[in-house]
């Protein structure tokens, strides 16, 4: 299921970050990192990926909302399915107001809360990649 | 010019207005005057003044009258009456209509010139205690941010490492260690669980738990609570009693958030009693309450810190074996109790001990 999916995480916090991929290592995924918006959107311009696994309050805010809105706007890129992660529910409530569990940046995207258990995080992953590729698929 | 403090007189008779400007002279003061009410009212709007000297009987409308619409204008000018007939009972209305104080006519220039002073002083203790509270507003949020970011962050970073250690330690770790790592998970969720209902309480939406209110056992509620604090109390060579009713009916609430409050109040409990000490927790159902109180026999509290119990960051002593105290455990309690509809009441006598009191209502879904 997982072999050769190729998965990018945006976060400023190495630490988390280490976490995170150890775990997506373990389940067999590819897993490349960008610590900031900017090497962020380079990579995913470069490199097509099968998910993206967004943080949204990097550097002096919530610069992961800037991530994703450009995202939105770039047709290709929109259909990769996002993953976003945040350090806590209540910062999406009021950043979206009105939709704070599930914020539809993009057409395939869902939002769990920092720190994520590692079955609902490989849960979240493949169901978010398989549901890009049915979309693709009847597209 | 912004320096001088500005007074305003309103007086119908003349030469009380000429002899008070005359008497503020050479003052720190920009003083104005007015003949009537109206004249007054108006020039309180637009000269803004500190303090306003105001005549209690006024051909036009009369002083009272001044005084109200003054209050409505801004609560925080200091009206100060003069009055020709001195009678307690026209002062007294006075003040209860919002003056500050009162003189009597005649009065001689030190005592116009120290009242002055006086109403000078409380005007700016009035913006003080503004300042202060507009500031306090501003740290309690500035503090939900920083513990939203700064505390959280670094704990989930740690949790998601542990998780990802329980993974790829699966094969070498012995059971025993694999034991300590699922503690230590335990733990740390524990404290990232506190420190949003802090957050939640900081920030001032815990009614926010209302929308996931459900009848909710209390029994289960406050063992948990009591399982959760039962090593620390062994340590301490305390007995945790409970007696509680079997047959209460639920609550309408939320568990999660019950059992803190529960955790809060037993550990306070065990915090301030001495080893060997009992601690005692009861609930019985009263007609449409459950009462649950929480009863030490440790330091207790002394009179004076009493009113002061509820409020945020009034650092309680330290326990009877050094713990600390964070100063926010009973207010966080508070309102959790009182986003529940219930109420949290304390009796204590320093050195006898303290108890608790918790009273919720009863869910109404079984009494339609």
Same mark, same amino acid.
């Given at each position: 299921?997982?072999?050769?999916?190729?998965?990018?995480?945006?976060?400023?916090?190495?630490?988390?970050?280490?976490?995170?991929?150890?775990?997506?290592?373990?389940?067999?995924?590819?897993?490349?990192?960008?610590?900031?918006?900017?090497?962020?959107?380079?990579?995913?311009?470069?490199?097509?990926?099968?998910?993206?696994?967004?943080?949204?309050?990097?550097?002096?805010?919530?610069?992961?909302?800037?991530?994703?809105?450009?995202?939105?706007?770039?047709?290709?890129?929109?259909?990769?399915?996002?993953?976003?992660?945040?350090?806590?529910?209540?910062?999406?409530?009021?950043?979206?107001?009105?939709?704070?569990?599930?914020?539809?940046?993009?057409?395939?995207?869902?939002?769990?809360?920092?720190?994520?258990?590692?079955?609902?995080?490989?849960?979240?992953?493949?169901?978010?990649?398989?549901?890009?590729?049915?979309?693709?698929?009847?597209? | 010019?912004?320096?001088?403090?500005?007074?305003?007189?309103?007086?119908?008779?003349?030469?009380?207005?000429?002899?008070?400007?005359?008497?503020?002279?050479?003052?720190?003061?920009?003083?104005?005057?007015?003949?009537?009410?109206?004249?007054?009212?108006?020039?309180?709007?637009?000269?803004?003044?500190?303090?306003?000297?105001?005549?209690?009987?006024?051909?036009?409308?009369?002083?009272?009258?001044?005084?109200?619409?003054?209050?409505?204008?801004?609560?925080?000018?200091?009206?100060?009456?003069?009055?020709?007939?001195?009678?307690?009972?026209?002062?007294? /209305?006075? !003040? %209860?209509?919002?003056?500050? #104080?009162? &003189?009597?006519?005649?009065? *001689?220039?030190?005592?116009?010139?120290?009242?002055?002073?006086?109403?000078?002083?409380?005007?700016?203790?009035?913006?003080?205690?503004?300042?202060?509270?507009?500031?306090?507003?501003?740290?309690?949020?500035?503090?939900?941010?920083?513990?939203?970011?700064?505390?959280?962050?670094?704990?989930?970073?740690?949790?998601?490492?542990?998780?990802?250690?329980?993974?790829?330690?699966?094969?070498?770790?012995?059971?025993?260690?694999?034991?300590?790592? /699922?503690? !230590? %998970?335990?733990?740390?969720? #524990?404290? &990232?669980?506190?420190?949003? *209902?802090?957050?939640?309480?900081?920030?001032?939406?815990?009614?926010?738990?209302?929308?996931?209110?459900?009848?909710?056992d209390l029994n289960t509620v406050i063992l948990k609570a009591v399982e959760?604090?039962?090593?620390?109390?062994?340590?301490?060579?305390?007995?945790i009693?409970t007696n509680i009713?079997?047959?209460m009916?639920?609550?309408?609430?939320?568990?999660?958030?019950l059992t803190?409050a529960m955790v809060?109040l037993i550990?306070?409990?065990?915090?301030?009693?001495?080893?060997?000490?009992?601690?005692?927790v009861q609930a019985?159902?009263?007609?449409?309450?459950i009462?649950i109180?929480v009863?030490?026999?440790?330091?207790?509290?002394?009179?004076?810190?009493?009113?002061?119990?509820?409020?945020?960051?009034?650092?309680?002593?330290?326990?009877?074996?050094?713990?600390?105290?964070?100063?926010?455990?009973?207010?966080?309690?508070?309102?959790?109790?009182?986003?529940?509809?219930?109420?949290?009441?304390?009796?204590?006598?320093?050195?006898?001990?303290?108890?608790?009191?918790i009273?919720?209502?009863?869910?109404?879904?079984?009494?339609?």
């Amino acid at each position: 299921m997982s072999a050769g999916k190729k998965l990018l995480i945006i976060d400023d916090d190495p630490d988390f970050v280490d976490g995170i991929r150890s775990i997506l290592l373990s389940a067999k995924y590819e897993v490349d990192v960008a610590y900031n918006p900017k090497d962020g959107i380079k990579a995913l311009q470069t490199n097509p990926y099968d998910l993206l696994l967004l943080d949204i309050m990097m550097g002096r805010g919530a610069e992961g909302v800037m991530v994703a809105r450009k995202i939105r706007k770039d047709p290709k890129l929109r259909e990769t399915p996002v993953l976003i992660i945040t350090g806590i529910r209540e910062q999406m409530a009021f950043l979206f107001p009105g939709q704070a569990v599930h914020p539809h940046f993009v057409p395939v995207d869902e939002l769990v809360e920092k720190p994520v258990e590692p079955q609902l995080l490989l849960e979240k992953v493949s169901n978010l990649i398989k549901t890009a590729e049915e979309r693709k698929a009847k597209a | 010019m912004d320096d001088l403090f500005k007074i305003l007189i309103i007086d119908d008779e003349e030469v009380v207005l000429d002899s008070c400007t005359m008497i503020l002279e050479g003052g720190n003061y920009d003083v104005a005057t007015a003949s009537n009410g109206e004249l007054g009212v108006e020039l309180a709007q637009d000269f803004q003044p500190g303090l306003i000297f105001v005549d209690l009987k006024m051909p036009g409308i009369s002083g009272f009258e001044v005084i109200e619409r003054i209050n409505a204008i801004d609560p925080s000018i200091v009206v100060i009456v003069i009055t020709g007939y001195a009678t307690v009972s026209s002062a007294v /209305d006075a !003040m %209860k209509r919002g003056a500050y #104080d009162f &003189l009597p006519k005649p009065f *001689t220039p030190d005592e116009f010139r120290l009242i002055t002073q006086r109403g000078v002083e409380k005007r700016t203790l009035v913006l003080e205690t503004q300042a202060l509270r507009r500031e306090k507003e501003a740290l309690r949020e500035q503090f939900a941010a920083i513990v939203s970011h700064e505390l959280r962050s670094p704990l989930g970073a740690i949790q998601q490492n542990l998780f990802a250690l329980t993974i790829d330690l699966a094969e070498k770790l012995t059971d025993d260690q694999k034991n300590r790592l /699922d503690r !230590m %998970k335990v733990r740390i969720d #524990d404290l &990232l669980k506190i420190i949003s *209902t802090w957050l939640r309480a900081i920030s001032g939406d815990i009614s926010q738990i209302r929308d996931s209110f459900k009848p909710t056992d209390l029994n289960t509620v406050i063992l948990k609570a009591v399982e959760s604090l039962q090593i620390q109390a062994t340590r301490k060579d305390i007995e945790i009693i409970t007696n509680i009713i079997e047959s209460m009916n639920p609550v309408n609430g939320d568990e999660v958030t019950l059992t803190e409050a529960m955790v809060n109040l037993i550990g306070n409990a065990v915090k301030y009693s001495r080893g060997g000490s009992k601690v005692e927790v009861q609930a019985q159902q009263e007609g449409d309450k459950i009462v649950i109180s929480v009863i030490d026999s440790g330091v207790g509290i002394a009179r004076e810190d009493l009113p002061y119990l509820f409020d945020s960051f009034t650092i309680g002593k330290t326990g009877t074996a050094g713990e600390r105290s964070s100063g926010i455990g009973l207010s966080v309690t508070k309102r959790i109790i009182e986003a529940h509809d219930g109420i949290l009441t304390v009796e204590s006598e320093p050195g006898k001990g303290s108890i608790f009191r918790i009273t919720l209502p009863v869910t109404q879904a079984d009494l339609i």
